[in-house]
């Protein structure tokens, strides 16, 4: 079993960021954990230094992999800014367009709370954007609760060509999570800096080749992974997820202002849940009330994308990784998803994707 020790004098061999000292007397080390074989290792750095520091996390990573009883290794730069606010009459500077090389559209699929059913959306949405013929990938940026592993039915291990892992396919399209680097039931104790870096490893080490779109299936809430999105990536909009009672929608209302503040264009809003059909005798029954995304959409002058029932089927082919888009393209449900997957492409194909902006937090 590797111990921390070992992994600390593994990297004596690797200078630090002034290229001299090694790594673990740098004082840069901001984190490491070790679970069953797999070393997760954050160095922080100053930010303007990061493409320059980039053979230094590289070569920390290889050193770590080799040990014997390392069965992985992530090795992360993160940083902690501090900055100073600019003289008065400084012009702020020119926003930065950070691309993904291969990648046309970026869209953050998001909700306000957690439970209202956004990463079965985000993978039915993926799989209706792929039936309307354009090349799709799906990242789990959840890093506290990783469910596309669960979703697609992947139980494999990436696999690494150089310094870029392979994501894993599902039903034509591509996928990369957190969860296919641990185990399902593993806890990822991590702090704010080590999940925005994995965040960040995950868009960018990654062979993700030409896609026309990369749903980003987002963490519940208005953080810092939907911060570090928005910052560091040129997203094309956002599709905002939420039940019909009051209670989703409050949070709801918090997401599609943060990501207006943030310069994002909100593609619209899915009511999932919204009602469900007696299988036995046909009534429906408005469960969590109905229609109050429609009204959210109509309040903040965003499109309404439609609403998806509450659904023991949905349900069902979700926890066996077999989502309805792909395993029953011609029932109803697989046809509602389409219906929302082609007016995100319509509006997409319409648009062009924006630059990233700079975000100053005062």
Known sequence: ??????????????????????????????????????????????????????PMRAAAETVVRKLSGVANALVSLTAEMHPAPPPAA???????????????????????????GKSTTCVNLALGLAALGWRVGILDADIYGPSLPRLLGLKAKPEAQGRLMQPLEAYGVKAMSIGFLVEEEDPMIWRGPMVMAAIQQLLREVAWGELDCLLVDMPPGTGDAQLTLAQNVPLAGAVVVST????????????????????????????????????????????????????????????????VPLHMGIRENSDAGRPVVATDPDGAHAKIYRAIAGQIKERLERGRARVAPKIFIE
């Open 244 to 307: 019909p009672q009051d209670l989703a929608l409050i949070d709801a209302r918090r997401g599609i202002a943060m990501f207006n503040k943030v310069d994002v264009p909100v593609l619209g809003i899915i009511e999932n849940m919204s009602y469900f059909l007696c299988p036995h005798c046909g009534g429906r029954s408005d469960i969590f009330a109905h229609g109050g995304a429609r009204h959210e959409a109509e309040r903040y002058g965003v499109p309404f994308l439609g609403e």
């Open 90 to 116: 400084a012009k702020p500077a020119a926003p930065r367009s950070i691309a993904i090389p291969g990648i046309s559209n970026i869209i953050a699929v998001a909700s306000g709370k957690g439970g209202v």
């Open 1 to 54: 079993m590797v111990s921390d020790q070992d992994v600390l004098t593994a990297l004596q061999s690797v200078p630090g960021p002034d290229g001299k000292t090694p790594l673990p007397q740098s004082g840069a080390l901001a984190g490491l954990s070790i679970k069953d074989g797999k070393v997760y290792l954050s160095i922080a750095i100053d930010p303007k230094q990061s493409a320059a520091l980039e």
